[in-house]
């Protein structure tokens, strides 16, 4: 495109146009806008924890014969551990009064 057809794109055309007169067009200037959104994404995993206490209580019964008058009675407590199936008993010490 000719000069003066460029002055005629931008400014239109001009009457008494002169051969001296010179229209400078500079390069176009770029602009980048940058919009940033931030989302915030929770994610929550729940954890349920069941505490179970089972309470082992073993009584055994013994009912022992004697010839004597006088009744005897046999208290045994044991410590079978936490494994119900698998139980490891060891008695338990109690202090004697």
């Given at each position: 495109?000719?000069?003066n057809r460029l002055d005629d794109f931008f400014f239109g055309p001009r009457r008494g146009n002169r051969e001296e007169d010179e229209t400078v067009v500079f390069p176009t200037r770029h602009y980048v806008n940058t919009r940033t959104?931030?989302?915030t994404i929770r994610k929550i995993h729940p954890t349920h924890i069941k505490n179970i206490n089972k309470n082992i209580k073993r009584i055994e019964n013994y009912y022992p014969v004697t010839e004597s008058t006088h009744n005897e009675y046999i208290v045994e407590e044991y410590d079978c551990g936490s494994d119900i199936k698998n139980?490891?008993?060891r008695p338990v010490k109690?202090?004697?009064w």
């Open positions: 495109m000719s000069r959104n931030e989302q139980p490891c008993c109690r202090c004697k």
